[in-house]
């Protein structure tokens, strides 16, 4: 421990001149985040005091000093000088996990916006009373018990299992990855590998070998999925392996449940965590490696202040532990390719399915022809014939509509009117029952019989949902037996699990689903995989469409022959010619990674350059257009740091909640420049005048956005 020296008070306005003060929070019951008390820093410990150190500090009245966190740093009094105390000490050997994720958290809300109570939050799990009675197991817990209870010895090392002759041996490319990965790692060099395995060659063995490793060395380990991902069967080949050491978070565990698999985690008791995002944030004191499953994954970014990129915060978590990081995917990110190729990660390569069976063989349809040829259905006819012959031959089918949105709008075929939602300027959705609602904020009214705008009594909704191709599909083929999976049919809980291992267990001959059947599962009877609609996502209004298209259409075909018989895909599209469209027939990840990049950097995306939007919600239309321009203007007077901004914009859904949206985007080659901005522009607008005006607007930022806003 160092021990301070008091300063004369005319000393310390000479010496310093930045970061006098800390924020420190001096108990992290986690309750009350925001409650942090203000100290003074004595400069001999300026150099080692940071964000998410441990300080002793006097409180109260008592006698003995208490231990406290840094949770902010500023060079502003908050109270009259007199009545700030000094930091005592700081403890430089001990780093609890605390101060690790605090840390992070100053990390998250530099790189991300937003206050730091956000970040903290986000970061430390919140105590709450856990009400055991209450708790229900969940069906995957409630089934990994079960399995627990098996006799088992886990160790973790290679040869724990009883059933060790059952699981086959690596094959050479398994064995290749696993091998450089834990040679590495034994001799202390820690990086981040991409992982990059075709559908079906076994990615999730390599993991599990890692983690074997990591775990002999003593070692934590975090394993994030996305939650769609996070199906029984992922879940039991880790339990398997590693017995009860694995805990799973996922969105349904309530505040006190995840707080005790927190608990559980920092006790030691629990050496793995497997779950989405959030996970990144366990307790562990020592984490050896975090791999990142399916990083190519856009669930991965979180919608909420700080609006984090998960894959960005697992490098940087791995970084200040020591730890490695697999991302792994068979559709890697540009993001990722341009990075392997830029020498950042290590390239791991699976080229082939386990057992060498093939990949499936792909056939584009032109959709357009077939409207030529008088067939104006969602199924071409080249699909009905193949659906038919699987019918036949007792093997099984996964159709994929690809967007659950595209269609259920209600519009005037005299006028093309479409109905929209009076609070979000977004079309409402017809239900079955003759409602339409809006998928915003819930606002429903009855279908009416005639046009608001011109009269006309034609007025009705666009086939293509997938209730209605689960009709039409009835019709074709009477004696099918049919699955469907959308959120609509997965409203309760189990409905997911229930659907698929109905499909699992062939009590179903077609599956028919929007993107939550495509991700990660492994039917053994599916020899066909009809994508409908492939081109749409191709329009989801950003730049990750051509990227997004490709994803789905390369995991959908990854679906496709994973068993004995050799796999189909049928790829319905408008637009045959688009390179994410051929490349993905061909499973191309490089030539399509070329043409995309290509794509990026012309036009200045990320990953080559980097967007940070701005977005303005304003109750006032007027004032929120102003506060926009006012922000236009402060990121236009820092022009000198190869920035670009563009002129304000409404955004794309203009009004939600009541709430008007504007945007501004701002361009830069490096991600630093536009966290920069960031700093320049939450400075302008938490001051006055810009804080008094604008009262009624919010400026929240995204970087590299997905999606529309
Ligand atoms: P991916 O995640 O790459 O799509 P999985 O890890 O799901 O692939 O593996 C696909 C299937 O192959 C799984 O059923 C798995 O148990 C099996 N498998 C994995 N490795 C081997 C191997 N070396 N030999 C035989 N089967 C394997
Ligand atoms: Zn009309
Ligand atoms: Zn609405």
């Known amino acids: 421990m160092q021990r301070a020296r008091r300063l004369s008070g005319a000393w310390k306005g000479l010496i310093r001149k930045a970061m006098q003060y800390a924020d420190i929070i001096i108990d992290i019951s986690h309750e009350r985040l925001d409650r942090s008390f203000q100290y003074r820093i004595p400069e001999e410990l300026c150099p080692s005091i940071r964000i998410g150190s441990v300080v002793a500090v006097p409180f109260g009245n008592g006698a003995r000093n208490r231990q406290g966190f840094v949770v902010g740093l500023s060079d502003e009094p908050k109270l009259p000088e007199e009545k700030i105390r000094d930091i005592v000490s700081v403890n430089e050997k001990k780093v609890p996990v605390e101060s690790q994720l605090i840390e992070l958290a100053g990390w998250m809300r530099q790189h991300y916006g937003g206050t730091l109570t956000q970040s903290l939050s986000t970061v430390l799990p919140v105590k ?51 091998d450089t990965f834990q040679k590495d790692y034994e001799n202390g060099v820690r990086k981040t590998y991409l992982l990059f395995g075709v559908t079906g060659s076994g990615k999730t063995r390599v993991y599990l070998e890692m983690i074997g ?22 879940i039991e080949r880790f339990s398997e392996r590693f017995g009860d050491r694995v805990a799973v978070l996922h969105s349904r565990l309530s505040d006190g449940e995840r ?102 063989k792909t056939t584009i349809v032109d959709m357009r022809e077939e409207l030529k040829a008088g067939n104006r259905s969602m199924i071409s006819s080249l699909l009905r014939e193949k659906i038919a012959g699987r019918l036949e031959r007792q093997e099984q089918v996964l159709l994929f509509l690809n967007r659950r949105g595209m269609a259920g709008f209600v519009s005037c075929r005299s006028c093309g009117q479409v109905i929209k939602c009076p609070h979000c ?22 279908q009416p ?64 689903g929007t993107q939550m059947i495509v991700k990660g599962h492994d039917f053994s009877d599916v020899t066909l995989v009809g994508v409908l609609a492939a081109d749409l996502s191709l329009h989801g209004g950003d730049y990750t469409g051509g990227e997004r298209t490709f994803d789905l259409l390369v995991q959908a075909g990854g679906r496709a022959g994973r068993g004995e018989r050799q796999g189909e895909v049928i790829v319905q599209t408008y637009q045959p010619d688009h390179y994410a469209i051929t490349a993905a027939a061909k499973a191309d990840v ?6 995309e990049l290509a794509y990026r950097s012309l036009l200045r995306y990320p990953p080559v350059a980097h967007i940070l939007l701005v977005q303005i919600f304003s109750g006032d239309p007027e004032e929120g257009q102003a506060a926009a321009q006012e922000i236009h203007a402060v990121v236009a007077a820092e022009k000198g740091k190869k920035l670009s901004v563009a002129k304000p914009t409404a955004g794309m859904i203009a009004k939600m909640k009541d709430r008007y949206r504007f945007a501004v985007y701002i361009k830069a080659a490096e991600y630093d ?12 607008t938490k001051e006055e005048p810009f804080a008094g005006r604008f009262s009624r607007t919010r400026v929240f930022f995204d970087f590299d956005p997905l999606g529309m806003f």
């Open 449 to 512: 019989k005639t046009c608001r705008s011109c009269g006309s009594k034609y007025i009705g909704g666009f086939r293509a949902g997938t209730q209605s191709i689960e009709n039409l599909l009835q019709k074709l083929y009477p004696k099918a037996r049919i699955l469907r999976m959308d959120a609509d049919s997965t409203k309760h809980k189990g409905d997911h699990d229930r659907i698929l291992s109905q499909f699992a267990a062939h009590k179903a001959d077609i599956l028919l």
């Open 259 to 360: 707080y005790e698999v927190y608990e559980r985690a920092k006790r030691g008791d629990i050496r793995i965590v497997l779950g989405p995002r959030s996970a990144l944030f366990v307790p562990f004191s020592s984490i050896g490696l975090i791999v990142v499953d399916e990083e190519h994954e856009t669930s991965y970014k979180s919608e909420q202040v700080p609006k984090y990129h998960a894959r960005e915060v697992a490098l940087q978590r791995a970084k200040m532990a020591d730890a490695s990081v697999v991302l792994g995917s068979a559709t890697p990110s540009v993001d990722s390719l341009l990075r392997v190729k830029n020498g950042e990660y290590q390239m791991l390569s699976l080229p082939q399915r386990v057992k060498e069976r093939p990949l499936p």
């Open 590 to 595: 490089n030539g399509f990674a070329e043409r």
């Open 213 to 234: 490793a990591v775990l002999a060395a003593g070692r934590s380990v975090i394993v994030l999925i996305p939650e769609i991902a996070l199906t029984r069967q992922n």
């Open 425 to 446: 300027d977004v079309s409402l959705h017809q239900h079955r029952d003759g409602i339409l609602r809006c998928h915003y904020c819930g606002h429903n009214e009855p």
């Open 673 to 684: 420049a536009l966290v920069g901005v960031k700093d320049v522009i939450e400075a302008h």
């Open 128 to 178: 709450k009373k856990v009400q055991r009675r209450k708790i229900q197991p969940r069906e995957p817990e409630a089934e990994r018990a079960e399995a627990e209870k098996l006799p088992r010895k886990s160790d973790g090392t290679n040869g724990s299992l009883a059933s060790d002759d059952a699981v086959p041996p690596l094959n050479t490319a398994q064995q290749n990855a696993a």
